[in-house]
């Protein structure tokens, strides 16, 4: 029995997320919570003729019901980018959203396992790992920043350049969720570095670090990625669902407290130092959400020359999460 609640489920992201979702055998009840519209979409949703039972919750009075003994909590409640804002201009608005929702999670959900989907994830993730240490509730191993886009789209574009199957293109994607924070780690990535130019690297680097901006430019005004982050969603709340109660080894790149796993977490330490509480890495998944954390592995030099402009940036993204939830009430 597998409760997934997804929190801001009326939403762009949280409809598709929900509908993929719902096709899980995995799952036996999915619970949607949003202040908006949950209704409906339950009511829709629950016409499909899958096992798990849909549940539609609407508006604070009916959070607890909606996220009380969830075994995963998904949060892609928020507001999106327009054109011409970062990912930190959703800060002001955001933060809270997430800061109230983990509130919640940590009172009524405690041992969830914890996929943050609103951006700045950043900032995001810091955010509910402060909520759950406020609470006495924290376990660094269920609190995972939703980076799986960034893993998504370097399969797509390096399988388009180099002629392969995206699907089979494995690229790890390590640091954060924001422009030169997104690392993605061509030089690992069999029969690619060999096949691509110095240039076709740069290129190709630059377009996964701003994938997010070329969709926001294109939707013009009506938000950001919402199709390609569901699935991208779904891929990770499945993956971790299959390694923590279906015995599955699954091995995604996810933003997670390093202290997760401090001997693990040793190997990308020797590279970023020890500044960085958070990043994202290859983690190891299973029944205690992170088992462990994996080597990011040998770095090109122009790889090693992205990484301290991404940890500079980081520092600051994963401080301002931490100081929000210390200065709230
Ligand atoms: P959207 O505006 O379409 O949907 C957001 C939903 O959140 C709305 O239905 C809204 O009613 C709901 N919501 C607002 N406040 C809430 C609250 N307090 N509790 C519950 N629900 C609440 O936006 P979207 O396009 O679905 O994007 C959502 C978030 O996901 C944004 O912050 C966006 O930047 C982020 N995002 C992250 C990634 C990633 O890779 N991690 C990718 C794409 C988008
Ligand atoms: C993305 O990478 O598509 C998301 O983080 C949304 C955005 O604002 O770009």
Redesign the pocket.
């Given at each position: 029995m597998v409760k997934v609640t997804v929190?801001?489920?009326?939403?762009?992201?949280?409809q598709p997320l929900s509908l993929l979702l719902k096709q899980s055998p995995r799952i036996s009840h999915l619970s949607l919570?949003?202040?908006?519209?949950t209704p409906g979409v339950a009511a829709d949703l629950s016409h499909i003729n899958t096992q798990s039972k849909v549940t539609g919750h609407v508006g604070n009075e009916q959070l607890k019901e909606a996220i009380e003994g969830s075994d995963v909590v998904v949060i892609?409640?928020?507001?999106?980018?327009k054109p011409g804002m970062t990912?930190d201009d959703?800060f002001k608005i955001?933060a809270s959203?997430v800061r109230?929702?983990a509130t919640a999670a940590a009172k009524y959900a405690p041992k969830a396992f914890m996929c943050i989907?609103?951006?700045p994830?950043n900032s995001t993730v810091p955010i509910v790992a402060e909520v759950f240490k406020k609470h006495g509730v924290y376990d660094p191993r269920r609190i995972f920043?939703?980076?799986?886009?960034?893993i998504v789209r370097a399969s797509t574009f390096i399988g388009g350049l180099i002629g392969a199957e995206p699907s089979t293109v494995a690229c790890k994607v390590v640091g954060g969720?924001s422009g030169h924070t997104i690392l993605p780690l061509i030089s690992q990535v069999p029969g690619a570095s060999g096949k691509l130019t110095p240039e076709q690297i740069e290129k190709v680097t630059n377009r996964i670090q701003f994938g997010?901006d070329e969709v926001v430019k294109a939707k013009n005004g009506a938000?950001?990625?919402?199709l390609s982050?569901a699935y991208?969603g779904a891929r990770f709340a499945l993956n971790l669902v299959e390694a923590a109660f279906f015995g599955k080894s699954i091995v995604e790149c996810t933003y997670v407290q390093l202290d997760a796993d401090k001997q693990g977490a040793q190997d990308t330490k020797r590279v970023i130092g020890n500044e960085l509480q958070y990043f994202s890495v290859p983690v190891a998944l299973g029944p205690n959400g992170v088992e462990s954390i994996l080597p990011i592995g040998s770095l090109s030099s122009f790889e090693q020359s992205l990484f301290s402009k991404a940890v500079a940036e980081l520092k600051g993204n994963i401080a301002k999460g931490t100081n929000f939830v210390a200065e709230s009430k």
């Open positions: 929190c801001g489920a009326a939403g762009g992201i949280g919570y949003d202040i908006v519209n892609p409640a928020g507001v999106p980018r990912r959703l955001n959203i109230d929702l989907i609103s951006n994830v920043g939703v980076t799986t886009l960034d969720h997010g938000g950001s990625a919402t982050m991208a």
